[in-house]
């Protein structure tokens, strides 16, 4: 997989300027302080580095609503920003492109510019508001082995997307994908993975009960407990409880 180089600073069409303006103009600077905070920037955090300028989610969708038709070049250079909030403009509005694109070759180029720029959607909200639209709605009806690659990488944002990305099966009643990468999964050394699997995993058994506690019965006693936790918030406690004291 081909990813995209380190964040630049290239030279931005006027649109794109336009967008940075207006976030920028949103920016409230007492937003940054609990931004930083919730999202980990601290030394060492899984979010170290990243800058915030304070601009709330409903204030971005609705720049998406009035740059819908920004080129691609345009949101691509977005995305490579070292602003959050930019990153997720450029997401935002790649998911409102591709849900809405009826050409294949446009859906194609999302797609592809989407997984060359893992290492820009380096935040758990930047892939949880664009892997299952645009990964699992792009593989909904192809082959899904990148999924695999993507659970095996070194990058925690890729085995992240990999996982969420199967949210988009999962809502059409199709599980198998979202327990595949699951058991490759099970053992991540990482937190913010315990807590995407099980949160995958809860939503299978909102629907299929049977197939949750079915790999439940299997993985559960070497699940992380954050994992654990997540899957089985939905059960019936004596139920949930036996599981947290490994008795099932």
Known sequence: MKKAGS???AVASPEVSAMRARLRALASQAQVAILQRFFKTGPGEYGEGDVFIGVKVPQIRALVREHKAVELAGVAALLASEVHEERMLALLLLVHRFERCKDEAVRKEIYELYLASTAHIDNWDLVDSSAAQIVGGFLADRDRAILRELARSELLWDRRIAMIATFFFIRRGEFADALRIAAILVGDDHDLIHKAVGWMLREVGQRDLEAEEAFLKRHYKKMPRT??????????EPRRQAYLKGTI
């Open 7 to 9: 964040r630049g600073s």
């Open 227 to 236: 994992m654990l936790r997540y899957a089985i918030e939905k059960l019936p």
